[in-house]
């Protein structure tokens, strides 16, 4: 709690027991009056009273007053609560870009090469053991090192796969944060071994109170049922074949250009499937097309009435959650359209937040092409390229997402890595497979999101 706050109710708390020894001074006028069968106080009690009457106005003054600077306090407290829900689902994006640095067997700047070994290892071409050893060794460094691997991937390499190395990680997380900006504020949990469906609890109808219409009455009782919202467990995977040749004589370690490229696509793949899977043909139901999520109908491709149907979905999540908004996502055009708008003295609407801008629409703190790259109502704004814009009648319209994100659950297993050597091995090829299992869900409460779609949002540069 903050400390203005906590002076100000412990002063609010003492004015109180001072009217209370008030109250009570005055009480006790009265009860001499009657103890003596009085009807009338005297002068001097009359005047006594009057006096204590008048102090205890002025506390109940001093009191209201009290009240109304804690109320105000309070209030901003909430307000600065509900921007941290949103700010943290903008960390679980950031932390996924941390940048791990460690003295491990496979680094960036080193000689050895994860893929390297393992193709050696592989076709049974490890002559001296060396790339057997490392691989050993870098597994033991991932046993011990699961801190560092948190968001990145999980220890589970046993059997047939390998983790990949931890700046390869943290080099997928770059790529994961431009591929995945939506997925990124969802909140995160390792998927459960063993499983190809994740059966999330749910409240169908609640319990009940009611007014007890008298002592001994009936008492409100209304049980409990539930039910489960279905998450399947999905696969994700891309494959490379190379020359053997390409591997072991190159200068170029390939270790980033293969990882790199297979795993930034499958960031982006997975953030198109958590944003519009269709869950059908092997896709997880994504946020758009959750069967209850709200929506928002914007008629005219103007600021007002873009910036006024935010405002109604923002309304909507409040009446229906009860809870506030977390996030929009947007497309970067939207975004850039927002910014280009200039009000009638030619001023722009959307202005950096470090100016400190007043009476703005909204405020940028970068100029992004995705990810996290200001506010509006308060909200952060994610980009996300991966946002369809070839939807309504013109087939050139976008979507706007307003959601209470933390209430959407992401599942990932670890990014894996196999090699198979005899695929190819009459022309030495190598094989080489990305691959990893997500689940995920929109439907423990399809009311935290609002999609706003409509004429309103046509190809701005069209």
Known sequence: MDERLKRLIAKREAAQKEREQLLAQRKAIVEVAEDEAREDLSEEEDTE???????IKDKDGEIARFDERISELSEEAEREANITDGARAVQRAR???EVVSEEAT????????YFRDIVSVGLNMDGDGGARQRLDRHAQEVKEAKGEYRDLTRTDGEGGFFVPPAWLMSQWVELARAGRPTANVVPGEPLPPGTDSINVPKVATGTSTAIQTADNAAVSETDLTDTSVPA???TIAGQQDI???????SPVSFDQVIFGDLVGDYATKLD???LSGTGSNGQVVGIRNTAGIGTVAVAAATVAAIYGGIAQATSQINTSRFRPATVIVMHPRRWSWLLGQLDSNDRPLVVPGAQAPQNSLASFGSLGAEGVVGTL???PVVLDASIPTTLGTESNEDVILVMKADDLRLWESGIRTRVYPSVGSGTLTVRLQVYGYLAFTAGRYPQSVVELTGAGLVDPYA
């Open 272 to 274: 198109q499937g958590v």
């Open 232 to 234: 399947p467990v999905r």
């Open 243 to 249: 020359a053997v040749q390409l591997l072991e004589q």
């Open 106 to 113: 496979y680094r960036q700047d080193g000689r050895a090469s």
């Open 377 to 379: 109502l308060g909200l």
């Open 95 to 97: 932390r996924r870009a």
């Open 49 to 55: 009273f009057r006096g204590l009457t008048a102090k």
